[in-house]
């Protein structure tokens, strides 16, 4: 998508401090951080949110799955952390792009 912030990110248009990346997956700080640990890990391809996920898209999202204890792992988050997928306006979605918020690195509210 031409216009979608977190494609200019992916395409390396707009710096964003980036800890991984790969051929389907790029992960970088959110500028907004709620925890002491809060990375975003999106997929290369655009997909707005869960409901536009295909049946093709299943490999993708489960290699995402399996990347988020290893990126814990990596940021010191040994007792734990959150995973959240915000999907639709109702839902708290502000951007357009299906993303996980990996937070951690201290006391999280509960959810």
């Given amino acids: 998508m031409e216009n979608c912030l977190f494609c200019k990110i992916e395409r390396g248009?707009?710096?964003a401090d980036i800890v991984y990346q790969?051929?389907?997956v790029v992960v970088f700080k959110d500028i907004a951080p709620k925890a002491k640990v809060h990375l975003l890990v999106i997929p290369r391809k655009h997909v707005d949110g869960l409901n536009d996920l295909l049946p093709e898209d299943q490999e993708l999202v489960g290699k995402m799955m399996l990347l988020l204890?290893?990126?814990a792992k990596e940021q010191g988050l040994d007792t734990?952390?959150?995973t959240i997928i915000n999907t639709g306006k109702g839902?708290?979605?502000e951007v357009f792009h299906l993303h996980i918020h990996?937070?951690?690195g201290g006391p999280l509210p509960f959810v």
Avoid: K
Wanted: proline residues 11%.
């Fill in 91 to 93: 839902g708290g979605q």
């Fill in 22 to 24: 790969d051929e389907n």
């Fill in 102 to 104: 990996l937070l951690g």
């Fill in 13 to 15: 248009e707009i710096p």
């Fill in 80 to 82: 734990g952390f959150r």
């Fill in 69 to 71: 204890p290893q990126l």
